[in-house]
């Protein structure tokens, strides 16, 4: 069992940078892969970036793509989004899952795990 708690949001101008942490609990962490996604208002949850549990491969949504990185420390089981040069449409609540496929995936039914979401709000 895995228990995620996301951290780091906010409100921000467009332009400025925030960075997401989620934390997560147990001790198989380090053979999840881990994703974020977002949801905006009244629009479905969709990908933003994926990691694999070693932390070697890594893959972005193209909206987000040379904006954020996503990163991960194993030894403090913790994923991080990095998220510069932020745009209006980027406000959504961002959400950290995790899924037994260490590469990580794109789809959001392969992560069985999640957290509560955090809310990034970008004004223009």
């Known amino acids: 069992q895995v228990q995620l708690v996301e951290s780091g949001g906010g409100l921000v101008q467009a332009g400025g940078s925030l960075r997401l942490s989620c934390a997560a609990s147990?001790?198989?962490?380090?053979?999840?892969?881990m994703a974020w996604f977002r949801q905006a208002p009244g629009k479905e949850r969709d990908f933003v970036a994926s990691?694999?549990?070693?932390?070697?491969?890594?893959d972005y949504a193209d909206s987000v793509k040379g904006r954020f990185t996503v990163s991960r420390d194993n030894t403090k089981n913790t994923v991080y989004l990095q998220m510069n040069t932020l745009k209006p449409e980027d406000t959504a609540v961002y959400y950290c899952?995790?899924?037994?496929?260490?590469?990580?995936?794109?789809?959001?039914?392969?992560?069985?795990?999640w957290g509560q979401g955090t809310q990034v709000t970008v004004s223009s």
């Open positions: 147990g001790r198989t962490f380090s053979s999840y892969g």
């Open positions: 990691i694999s549990a070693r932390g070697i491969v890594t």
């Open positions: 899952a995790g899924t037994t496929s260490t590469l990580g995936d794109r789809k959001q039914e392969k992560y069985g795990y």
